[in-house]
Structures are given as structure tokens and as C-alpha cells.
């Protein structure tokens, strides 16, 4: 994390005059606190000697049947027993990676010159951090030994993996037996229609799955999955309890009755309504202060990535915006190479996730009074 973004971020957040097209947070309003309150209070009343005793480090069996159940509707036939609960889809990213680069900040079983990780140009910094702790992001991607995708909806980007690219991921995998860490933390927040299957569904071989509630539900359960290939359960299980011996059992007992009281499709469709919303407003503020931005209109998540004419330095432009009122994320957070204090083309992540639609044409009208401002300055 670039220290100087880490202190403007955290300053913005803290000042609620400042419109917040950072941090990609899932929108509080769909929280549902009464019925979370609920299961709650039944979970301690009704199984709090479970939930609130050590539990084995899989997690959950009903937690882990209704993913499988997901999962499976989804073409994925796994079963519960190759589904671990983690703590969000971070540590399950993390337990992944340890299996196939080794740990942090030591040796790497397999060192990045024999292949490091795969990466899009710009992809999700809980992930960059992960691999560049094990100097594991791989220069040549031909030379890989695993890819890090998210085929079902992309961050920063929002958008789909195209069947032709999924098939060369496969093929790959199957000819060179690199592993796909497969992320798929947005895929049930696709605006039309309904999730593609998982590439988990064509390769239990080769593909870790992963998964998470903080996307659809709420973040601070802290509840999420992995998938692995049969053969690497044992060794995903004793990672897990290497480092935290389980998942919260509270948070997973309170997140299980929640699931037997919700309906959870009847929710998603609420939450795809809603985002998609947000896409909107935030597409007609750029395109009505900002008409020099390109961007793709999102086909699902939380962010649109937005490209600026010339270049500029990501942490000045991020100071002026909070000088205007706005904040957002700079495109340097979500490159292996982050540029946040150098000239570089100026392109953001902007996200419509967690402010109601009405602020947003407000937040871009002060980002374009920023963005402004400072070409002016800089031409003098
Ligand atoms: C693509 C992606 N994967 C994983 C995560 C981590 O999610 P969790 O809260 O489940 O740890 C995030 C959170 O921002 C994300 O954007």
C-alpha cells in the first residue's frame, strides 16, 4: 500500500462532506441488520453451545452445503466436503497462494523465476499484495504457473471473461498443469441475466475456487470459501488451521440461520437492481462533466475504470480531489507496478457502490472541477 494514498484515503473517509467514489464498499443500505440482529440473537439462544465452542477448521456443515448447493446450480457439481469457510475470500486467496508459491516474505517453494503468477494489467490490490509478498508475480505470462482471474466479473474493471479467453485458460492449465486461482468474489452481482458457470464447473484438476458474503450480503461477517483441487484438501486444511485454527463460529453459526430464514435470490435481485442503478447514474455524470473520459459501462460489481486524457501523478490528482470534496481510487493501486508519485496515463477506478445514486453526479462534478484545476495549474 502506497503510504501517501493510505493517509489521503483514510482522511477522506473520515470527512463525511467528501463524496466517496473510493474503496469499492458494498452499499450499508442493504445491510440487513434487523434479520441479521435476529439470527443473531437465535444463534446464541438456540446453538450458542456450538457457535460459541471451537469448531473444526472446515467451517460449518450446513454453511458448506449451501455453497456446494450454489455451486452446484451454477454447473459446479462439487459436494460440502470440498468447500472450507475462511475468513472472507482474502484468506482464502492467501491459503491458495501459500500452496502454490510458497509463504510470505520467506522462500518461495517454487521460485517467480520458474514461473510466478499470471495477472491482468489491473486487477484487485488484496490480491497484487498477496503474490508481491512472495515476489511471485510472474514477468513472462507465458511462463506462469498460475493464473489469478476473475472470469465472472472483473475489479476494477467490471466486466466479463470472453468464452474464447476462458477456453485458452483451460487449455493452458490442462497442457502445462498450472494451477487457476479463480476469483469470484462480484460473479453473483451481474446486472443481466444470471452468473456464467464457474470455470470451476470444466476443471476440479487445476482450479481453485473462491468465493465470498462480504459482496453480496455484508463484509463484516467475514465469510468466505475455497474450493481446491481433491488432491490439495488435506494440505488447504492444514494451512487453514496453521493460521487461524478456524472461521469466527459465531459469525458463521449467525450467517447459517440467516441463510434458512432469507431468500437470497429474491436479495441478489435486489442488490443487482441497485448497483446497476448506481452504474447508470455515475455513466450519465461522467459523460455529463467528464465527456474526455473513456470508459466500458460495467456489466456488473461495484466500479467503473475510467481513462483521462494526457497523464498526470495519481497522489496529486488525489490531493485536489479531496480539496474538491470527492475521492476516489487511483489507477496505480491496481497495477504491479504502482507509478502513484510519477507521470503516467491518468485512468481511476470510480465506484458507485457505496453512495446513493443522487451524490454521484455531485462527486464527478467535483472530480472534473479537480481534474480541471489541476491541468490548469499544471500548464502555467
Ligand atoms: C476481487 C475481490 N476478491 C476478494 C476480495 C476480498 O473479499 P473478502 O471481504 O471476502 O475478504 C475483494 C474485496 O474487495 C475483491 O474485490
Not at 473520515?14 to 440482529?37: E, H, T, Y
Not at 476494477?156 to 468464452?163: A, E, I, L, T, Y
Not at 455484508?218 to 488435506?234: E, H, I, T, Y
Not at 475504470?305 to 489507477?331: C, I, M, N, Q, Y
Request: hydrophobic residues 40%; neutral net charge.
Amino acid at each position: 500500500v502506497d503510504q501517501e494514498i493510505d493517509t489521503l484515503q483514510r482522511a477522506c473517509a473520515a470527512d463525511p462532506s467528501i463524496v466517496s467514489l473510493a474503496g469499492g464498499l458494498p452499499a450499508c443500505q442493504l445491510f440487513p441488520k434487523a434479520k441479521i440482529a435476529a439470527s443473531a440473537s437465535r444463534a446464541v439462544r438456540r446453538d450458542g453451545d456450538r457457535a460459541l465452542q471451537y469448531d473444526w477448521p472446515e467451517g460449518r456443515e450446513g454453511l458448506r452445503e449451501w455453497i456446494s448447493r450454489r455451486l452446484a446450480a451454477r454447473g459446479a457439481s462439487v459436494s460440502k466436503d470440498d468447500v472450507i469457510i475462511t475468513s472472507g475470500a482474502q484468506q482464502a486467496l492467501s491459503i491458495a497462494a501459500h500452496l502454490l508459491l510458497g509463504s510470505a516474505g520467506g522462500e518461495p517453494h517454487r521460485r517467480a523465476s520458474e514461473g510466478g503468477v499470471a495477472l491482468d494489467a489491473e486487477t484487485y490490490p488484496g490480491a497484487l499484495d498477496i503474490f508481491k509478498a512472495r515476489g511471485a508475480v510472474a514477468d513472462d505470462a507465458r511462463r506462469a504457473r498460475c493464473a489469478y482471474v476473475m472470469p465472472a466479473m472483473s475489479n476494477p474493471r467490471g466486466q466479463v471473461m470472453s468464452p474464447a479467453e476462458r477456453a485458452g485458460l483451460l487449455s493452458w492449465a490442462a497442457q502445462t498443469g498450472g494451477a487457476i486461482l479463480e476469483d469470484d468474489a462480484y460473479a453473483e452481482l451481474v446486472f443481466d441475466g444470471e452468473p456464467p458457470a464457474p470455470l470451476l464447473a470444466q476443471d476440479r484438476e487445476h482450479v481453485f475456487h473462491v468465493g465470498t458474503f462480504s459482496k453480496t450480503l455484508c463484509p463484516g461477517l467475514r465469510v468466505g470459501w475455497l474450493v481446491m483441487p481433491p488432491k490439495m484438501r488435506a494440505l488447504a486444511l492444514e494451512r487453514k488451521r496453521l493460521v487461524d485454527l478456524q472461521t469466527n463460529g459465531l459469525t458463521q453459526s449467525i450467517l447459517e440461520d440467516f441463510l434458512a430464514h432469507d431468500d437470497f435470490g429474491q436479495r441478489l435481485a435486489a442488490a443487482r437492481r441497485y448497483y446497476a442503478q448506481g452504474a447508470e447514474a455515475l455513466a450519465r455524470a461522467l459523460r455529463r462533466h467528464l465527456p474526455e473520459a473513456e470508459f466500458n459501462e460495467p456489466k456488473g460489481g461495484f466500479s467503473i475504470w475510467v481513462k483521462l486524457p494526457g497523464t498526470g501523478v495519481d497522489a496529486e490528482l488525489l490531493a485536489e480531489a479531496a480539496r474538491h470534496g470527492v475521492s476516489f481510487d487511483p489507477g496505480s493501486m491496481f497495477r504491479v507496478r504502482s507509478v502513484a508519485r510519477s507521470e503516467s496515463p491518468i485512468e481511476l477506478r470510480l465506484s458507485y457502490s457505496n453512495e446513493p445514486p443522487r451524490k454521484l453526479d455531485d462527486g464527478v462534478r467535483r472530480l472534473a472541477a479537480a481534474w480541471r484545476g489541476l491541468a490548469r495549474h499544471r500548464a502555467h
